[in-house]
């Protein structure tokens, strides 16, 4: 995917910033695997079913639901396991193993992750249970005398049969991961779907007034793949004069699924952004 990027009118040096522990853009794709029920990179064109309002879903839903959010929040592997089905599918070949592997990696890093989940609708089809939902993801990482923020959105279309999850899609997936005492505060502008080969803005807009401060910006656009998630590319910096980052992309000629990340650094601190964005044709 093609980004032009602005142009500045003199001359400035670039930053390269390799991600290290306490930076690197597999934190938010890691989320994709662990939002409730522990979201995992989604498939494309989802089935259309005829939703129906939260308030009528069965009990067993919203108990199910509700103990993944315990389990999880409290890091109990085996109890989360028991709610995913041995031939769990989803769009990107994981499997449940990997939803295990992540999941071991997560909780060793960030301390008192707590997870919330509103369900949105749910329907029946076939046999199984659909349900969508919103979940919010919030914790923290402390690495010598910094601490890490962590604040994740999932939106999830999930196939139950009885109380085990055999299929999941991601509908809308963002991450933010912040540190320093004043990060930037962002509002991020990217559609979640766009067409094959059709151009697209990505803006990132930081809201403080920038005063005197210098702003350090970057961009990065890899496909959702396991070798971008296990081997993440390098990230560029550049100062930035435009209260943030505004550019136009040009999505691929076949659909795809991407994992668009920005970062924006001030004085006062860091703040990491992920979003994804699915291509169709």
Do not use: C
């Not at 031939?87 to 994981?94: I, P, Q, S």
């Not at 509103?118 to 089809?125: P, V």
């Not at 007034?209 to 971008?228: H, K, N």
């Amino acid at each position: 995917m093609d980004f032009s990027h602005i142009t500045l009118p003199f001359p400035l040096s670039r930053w390269s910033l390799r991600w290290s522990a306490p930076l690197q853009p597999w934190l938010p794709r890691t989320l994709s695997w662990v939002g409730l029920g522990l979201m995992l990179p989604g498939i494309l064109n989802p089935t259309p079913v005829q939703a129906r309002t939260a308030d009528t879903a069965p009990a067993a839903v919203t108990q199910d639901l509700a103990a993944l959010d315990r389990a999880a929040s409290a890091e109990n592997l085996d109890e989360v396991l028991q709610y995913y089905d041995r031939n769990f599918l989803h769009g990107d070949g994981w499997t449940r193993s990997d939803i295990k592997q992540s999941l071991e990696s997560l909780w060793e890093r960030f301390d008192g992750l707590r997870y919330t989940t509103e369900l949105l609708s749910w329907d029946e089809l076939n046999g199984q249970v659909i349900t969508e939902t919103r979940t919010q993801i919030q914790g923290t990482e402390v690495t010598g005398k910094r601490t890490l923020a962590l604040d994740s959105e999932l939106h999830l279309k999930q196939y139950w049969s009885g109380n085990k999850i055999v299929r999941e899609e991601v509908l809308a997936e963002q991450s933010l991961l912040s540190s320093g005492d004043a990060p930037p505060t962002l509002v991020v502008n990217l559609p979640p779907t766009v067409q094959v080969n059709s151009s697209f803005n990505f803006d990132v807009i930081v809201m403080e007034p920038l005063g005197d401060d210098l702003l350090l910006g970057g961009i990065l656009d890899e496909p959702v793949r396991e070798e971008t998630f296990i081997d993440p590319s390098q990230m560029d910096l550049e100062p930035i004069l435009a209260g943030g980052l505004f550019k136009v992309g040009r999505a691929p000629a076949v659909r795809d699924t991407r994992w668009i990340s920005a970062v924006i650094v001030r004085k006062g601190g860091m703040t990491f952004v992920t979003q994804r964005l699915q291509v169709v044709e």
